[in-house]
């Protein structure tokens, strides 16, 4: 693998969930994820953003080989994982790892806070005995964490400090990259803060690569270096984090951010109106899925989908009006 290769590189990823039919109904499929690409580079974190049910976890979950993806390949420092066997898989697993949004289901609650982290480290015959009570000892201060803490049960902590618990045992084995499912979502603000700050001095420190998932722009603008947008499966728009914040071309991105308070009144809002419910995954729309949607849409967006162009800056968009829809 080249030095300045990407961590991940995700080729036209799909992910369908079939819904079994009845006696005159035929079996359906949901399209979770239906052809998405992207790559990571080391020490580059990037926001993977759209309305609940977008596809964006299903994207993360297959990423990580949590659910078998339908199609598609997912190259991990060189190596396709998409439909790797288990068995071939697991050493692999030192290089991905999860951090979800709700640390206490994924804490076990009858294993003790040392354990928990020690865990990955013992699975792998990493370490035992001194050196492992020393390096959990070390996850533990890396992610602030008191030391006694360590015979305590997942209850006993606060959601910060479990969120941190995940966090320790996800960097335990010194990933590449660590997918984060909306780890700061269930936490009050003060607390996100303090565990977005805690993420980048690890990726700081330690160069991880983040495919950080989430529905809130501002942490998003806040931790990425770039943001690709889902809608109803699809990435739509990805694009250098600031380019995106001031220039975003995909009329759904426009309406994503127009939503987002904007701090200084001074400031004029410009508001995208998007009217209608997400339509339904098991039959999406189609031509451009979110020409049912749209403010711009024309007769050519119920026909043909449209593809995603570059646009030269990093930015890439699937909008065949993105002239006109661009600010
Ligand atoms: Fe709207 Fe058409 Fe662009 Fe889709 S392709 S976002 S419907 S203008």
Redesign the pocket.
């Known amino acids: 693998m080249r030095a300045d290769a990407p961590v991940l590189t995700v080729s036209d990823l799909v992910k369908h969930y079939r819904v079994a039919g009845g006696l005159f109904r035929p079996d359906r499929k949901v399209h979770a994820v239906d052809g998405i690409s992207f790559s990571i580079a080391a020490g580059e974190t990037l926001g993977l953003v759209g309305e609940s049910g977008c596809g964006k976890s299903s994207a993360a979950r297959c990423i990580v080989r949590l659910v078998e993806p339908t199609s598609g390949q997912i190259v991990l420092k060189g190596q396709d994982v998409a439909h790797l066997p288990e068995g071939r898989m697991r050493p692999l697993r030192r290089d991905i790892q999860i951090v979800f949004q709700d640390p206490f289901s994924s804490l076990n609650p009858r294993h003790r806070a040392g354990a928990i982290v020690a865990e990955p480290l013992v699975n792998f015959g990493l370490a035992e005995g001194g050196a492992l009570t020393h390096r959990v000892e070390e996850l533990f201060d890396r992610v602030g964490l008191r030391r006694d803490q360590m015979n305590n049960f997942p209850h006993e902590f606060s959601g910060g400090q479990r969120q941190r618990l995940g966090i320790a045992r996800a960097i335990a084995l010194n990933p590449a990259l660590v997918v984060c499912d909306e780890p700061v979502s269930a936490l009050d603000v003060s607390i996100q803060a303090q565990v977005i700050n805690l993420l980048e001095d690890l990726q700081r420190d330690l160069g991880l690569a983040y495919l950080f998932v989430a529905h809130d722009l501002a942490v998003v603008e806040h931790i990425s270096h770039r943001v690709a947008v889902m809608y109803l499966g699809k990435i739509v728009e990805i694009a250098p984090r600031d380019v995106l914040f001031t220039r975003a071309a995909?009329?759904?991105t426009q309406a994503l951010l127009s939503v987002v308070p904007v701090p200084d009144p001074r400031q004029k809002c410009r508001r995208t109106l998007v009217t209608g419910e997400i339509p339904s995954p098991l039959a999406p729309p189609s031509g451009?899925r979110?020409?049912t949607r749209?403010p711009?849409?024309?007769a050519i967006?119920q026909s043909h989908e449209?593809p995603l162009l570059d646009l030269g800056n990093g930015q890439s968009v699937a909008?065949?009006?993105h002239k006109e829809?661009l600010p």
Do not use: V
Request: negative net charge; proline residues 12%.
């Open positions: 995909h009329p759904y451009c979110f020409h749209c711009h849409a024309d967006c449209p909008c065949h009006l829809a």
